[in-house]
């Protein structure tokens, strides 16, 4: 697929001049000896899709982390709109994750016992959202997803992709301006992967939602509008290999 670009710096500006959603500047974070992030800088803009590529170990998904308010750098700053994470308290970043952001992980991590649709409706549910509006989202959400013949199965009845897109769909549900994915395509294969990242890259543009993912595959990498390589701990030019 053509139209990705890698940059060396994800700095940048949009051509529209627009403030980025997510602003990250000088990140680093060392895991005692492990210089995990050395100075990393990167601008996610509203409804940007953003694939983090690179080695493993190179720091993506501490990047990623980083970026979502899981971690907290030892130095540098991330900016989500006007809130700067580092002045929260954990609190505060842990009220942003739920209620902001959205994940999704690479073995979709649904609940077992509960039928596609109850996956995605019981954290609105949780999430204070009315049970009607709940399953108005989740329905539309799992028939955006090309689920809705599956939405009755309990995960262990899916295929990896459709579980994979049924995470997606929950996601989604929850309406967040930025969705983390750390190797959501990491347990399927290629087809599921494609099916899952059409899925999701076209729901996201719909809704307007930006996605930062970690990825190692460049087909799913291909599906972004930006690929940011990382190598140790540091963003770099894409190689022949990145
Ligand atoms: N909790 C931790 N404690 C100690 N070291 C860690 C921890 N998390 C990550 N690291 C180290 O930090 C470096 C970056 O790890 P990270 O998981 O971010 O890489 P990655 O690019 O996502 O790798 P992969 O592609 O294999 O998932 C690695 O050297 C890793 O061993």
Known sequence: MNGVETISTSARAPEDGSAPLLRARGLRLAFGLTEALRGIDLDCH????IAVTGPSGSGKST?????????????????????RLSELDEAGRSRLRLGTFGFVFQYGQLLPDLSAVDNVTIPL???????????????SWLDRLGLAECSRKLPAQLS???AQRVAVARALAAQPTVLFADEP????????????????TEAARDANTAVILTTH???????????????????????ADG
Request: hydrophobic share 45%; proline share 2%; glycine share 12%.
């Open 185 to 200: 395509t990491g347990s399927l294969d290629s087809l599921a992967a494609e099916t899952v990242m059409l899925a999701l």
């Open 125 to 139: 549910l949780l999430a204070g959202v009315r049970r009607r509006e709940a399953l108005r989202r989740s329905d």
């Open 217 to 239: 595959d460049p087909r799913t990498a291909a599906f972004a509008d930006w690929e940011v390589v990382v190598r140790d701990g540091q963003t770099t030019v894409g190689g």
């Open 46 to 49: 509203a409804g940007e899709i």
């Open 63 to 83: 990047l990623l982390h980083v970026l979502a308010g899981v971690l907290v750098p030892d130095e540098g700053t991330v900016d989500y709109d006007t809130v």
């Open 160 to 162: 990896g992709g459709q």
